[in-house]
Structures are given as C-alpha cells and as structure tokens.
T-cell receptor
Framework: DAGVTQSPTHLIKTRGQHVTLRCSPI?????VSWYQQVLGQGPQFIFQ???????GRGNFPDRFSARQFPNYSSELNVNALLLGDSALYLC???????????FGPGTRLLVL | AQRVTQPEKLLSVFKGAPVELKCNYS??????LFWYVQYSRQRLQLLLR??SRESIKGFTADLNKGETSFHLKKPFAQEEDSAMYYC????????????FGTGTRLTIIP
C-alpha cells in the first residue's frame, strides 16, 4: 500500500488565486482530515470528513472548503489566496474518526 | 479550548544518554494523548498513543493527569532517534481532531 497520497507535491500561486489540493486515503479508510502546517509550527486542524460528511471544522475562514467523494478521496479548496496561506498542507486518513491517523507527505503551497 | 505546549524547540543529547521530551496539555475533559515523529525526508508518523501503553523504539510516555503532562522518555538515546517530535491531543469521540504542539527537534550527538 502506498499510504496516503497527495497531489500536487508543490504549488506556486499568486495572491487572489484559487487552489485545489487532492488527497487519496489508504484503501479501506473512510475518514480524511486536512491540516495546515506553517513553518516552525505544528500542524493545525482544518477539516475532518467521514463517510462524505463534514465531521469537524477548525478555526479557518470560509475561504477554505473541502469535500469527500464516494471513493473517500478528498479535495481541499482555498479561494482568494493570501500570502499567509503559504504552508504545507497535510492530508491524513484513518479507518474511522477514532482510528490511528496516517499522514500523507503534504502539498507545499507558496503564495506570492 | 485545547492546547499542547512543548517548551523546548531544540534538544541535543549524547548517544547513550537518557532522553526526555516535555509535553504539557490543557483540556477540560479526558483527552487522548499522542506522540508523532517526523524523521528527515519522511512523513509524519505516529510513535505512540497513551491508551496503548506500548513502548515503541524504546520510547515510553506516561499520562500524568495531575500535572497535565505527557512527557516522552527513552533511557538510552540512539543516533537514529534524531528527528522532529510532536505531542498531540485529541478530545475523543466527537472531537477527534488532533491539536499539535510546536514540536521539539531532537539531535543525538554521536
């Protein structure tokens, strides 16, 4: 098993643009979470989805949205990008919301 | 609110010496505590969780509810222990999100 996969690995955008990040969970995992990791900080929770329903949302503005598809893959969308959105975006999956969480390699987003 | 504090950003320890990485938390209920590790050029991975009471790679961590701490310990450091270590907290059912500390970079000196 390849583990949690994310695409793209790196991305450069300019302020005001929109970005979509993608995540494929480990086979059999139905829960997907997204985290933002700014340089020098620990990961910060953005969203959790389980069985295609939003189960939790962190303290992020409405510019951030996500969804989970029938095959349990997920997308994170960020609108009207700001310089401060530059970060490593981590996707994580688990069999259930309470199960062991496995992280992907992340997508590094740079906003210029 | 839930919060995790790791007071040491950097920690250097000689090979063979004991290691202790500090973690304190704040949570009003009964949290679940974790240690995650990130080795160079690898993804973040779970090292241990307090409910399993396991020793992984020689590391142990005891949940002290009185002191609200979950320090990570290893009696004899090895060079391969050099990595970034994050303490994390989950609120349990219905509040499974992980709240992470800022991390401690552990360097083992040969």
């Amino acid at each position: 098993d390849a583990g949690v996969t994310q695409s793209p690995t790196h991305l450069i955008k300019t302020r005001g643009q929109h970005v979509t990040l993608r995540c494929s969970p480990i086979s059999g995992h139905k829960s997907v979470s997204w985290y933002q990791q700014v340089l020098g900080q620990g990961p910060q929770f953005i969203f959790q989805y389980y069985e295609k329903e939003e189960r939790g949302r962190g303290n992020f503005p409405d510019r951030f949205s996500a969804r989970q598809f029938p095959n349990y893959s997920s997308e994170l969308n960020v609108n009207a990008l700001l310089l401060g959105d530059s970060a490593l975006y981590l996707c994580a999956s688990s069999r259930t919301p309470q199960g062991t969480t496995y992280f992907g390699p992340g997508t590094r987003l740079l906003v210029l | 609110a839930q919060r995790v504090t790791q007071p040491e950003k950097l920690l250097s320890v000689f090979k063979g010496a004991p290691v202790e990485l500090k973690c304190n938390y704040s949570y009003s209920g009964s949290p679940e505590l974790f240690w995650y590790v990130q080795y160079s050029r690898q993804r973040l991975q779970l090292l241990l969780r307090h409910i399993s009471r396991e020793s992984i790679k020689g590391f142990t961590a005891d949940l002290n509810k009185g002191e609200t701490s979950f320090h990570l310990k290893k009696p004899f450091a090895q060079e391969e222990d050099s990595a970034m270590y994050y303490c994390a907290l989950s609120g349990g059912f219905g509040n499974e999100k992980l709240t992470f500390g800022t991390g401690t970079r552990l360097t083992i000196i040969p």
